[in-house]
């Protein structure tokens, strides 16, 4: 039971918050290139609307991330992410003011040239953190394959030796009788 308590409401919940995370990042990081690239202004405040939706997804699953950790480890990952996430985001509001100051061609210099290679840190802390929370899923799958493998074991020690004592009784009895 504790392991299936374990898997399935925390670590199993765990991978699948960072891969919201890194969904959203991605979906983020598409609206961001568009919104810069984007010839209409209107269509360019829809896509910066949808980089904001997706960073406020993205924080959600990361709180509900940061409720799951149990190790240090976990917690310096979240951690590394989020300051990743900070330095990326810092870049991108200055990218963005320059954008909705008029300069364009600028913005989309420093977005090519520091933005996304922060951008693609981020990603980076992501993936690890989503690649530790894999691992765990499958260490504590193979330690409960262990432990049904040794109660499995047990019980059937159990079966043959129950069979032997009610052989045993049996003849005891039987002899007893006649």
Do not use: W
Request: aromatic share 8%.
């Amino acid at each position: 039971m504790l392991f299936r308590s374990q898997i399935v409401k925390q670590r199993y919940v765990a991978v699948e918050q960072t891969n919201v995370m890194r969904s959203y990042a991605n979906r983020g990081a598409q609206a961001l290139r568009n919104a810069m690239l984007a010839t209409d202004p209107a269509q360019s405040a829809r896509f910066f609307d949808a980089v904001l939706d997706a960073d406020r997804i993205g924080s959600e699953a990361a709180a509900r991330l940061g409720q799951l950790m149990s190790s240090d480890e976990e917690r310096k990952l979240l951690g590394d992410q989020g300051t990743a996430f900070a330095a990326f985001t810092a870049k991108r509001a200055l990218a963005i003011e320059q954008f909705n100051k008029g300069d364009r061609a600028a913005a989309v210099d420093f977005l090519f040239a520091t933005v996304i290679p922060l951008q693609n840190a981020y990603f980076g802390r992501l993936d690890a953190l989503l690649k530790h929370e894999t691992e765990r899923v499958d260490q504590l799958g193979r330690e409960a394959g262990e432990a049904s493998h040794d109660a499995t074991v047990l019980l059937l020690a159990l079966l043959a030796l129950a069979t032997v004592v009610s052989a045993l009784a049996g003849y005891l009895i039987t002899t007893s009788v006649t």
